[in-house]
């Protein structure tokens, strides 16, 4: 099927993190299936320099009593058949939704005992492509090079000085002020957060500190 119209031919997203979360929803529908369908949806939300995007698994299968709907979240809590349930570990869901909350949003299910399960949850992802220095070891996007949008010199300058400290709560706080001074520059932000999931203040540091090489006032 051809990727809604909308949708961009490029994103920027956590690759590892979104496709684990989208198979293990995936293979649990195709899972707890036996006919039916299994309906995979992609909604484009919002348009702007970041785009929200709704994933969406639906299924027709076994379903989920509304007093389980919890507990189906808790690792190793598998209800159900156990003829079924041997296949999976009982984690899926929980490393799933902890994924997701690390993306900032919640893994949400609504289901109805016997008609089927729909998850779905929303991020929001960056659309422009970034220019970024090669050797810092970002991976590259495919839509047209668009240059990044720095913020202002005092403001970087805060910022790499939180980096340097290593306070994640500065280094937000930094992150949130220049978001709030203007949205083109989100997509540096971005940046900025996937450095700070993945706690790599290094390459935080260096990336601040090539644009604040470039930056004259
Ligand atoms: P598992 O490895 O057992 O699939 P998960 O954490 O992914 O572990 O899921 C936990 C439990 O939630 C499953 O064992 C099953 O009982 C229930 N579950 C998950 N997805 C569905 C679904 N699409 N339909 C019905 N039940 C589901």
Known sequence: MP???ELQTGIQADEKRLRQIL????????KFTEKGQVIFKIETLTKSASQRIRFQIEDTGIGIPSEKLEEIFLPFHQIGEQRVYEQGTGLGLAISRQLVNLMGRELQVKSIVGQG???WFEIDLIKVDIPLPTHLGLSKTETT???LKIPPKKELEALLEAAQLQTLTSIRACAKKIKALDTQFIPFISKIEQYLEKYQFEKLIEFIEFYLKGQSH
């Not at 198979?23 to 195709?30: E, G, R, T």
């Open 23 to 30: 198979l293990n929803l995936l293979s649990n529908a195709i």
């Open 3 to 5: 990727p809604p119209a």
């Open 145 to 147: 090079p668009k240059p």
């Open 117 to 119: 399960s729909v998850f």
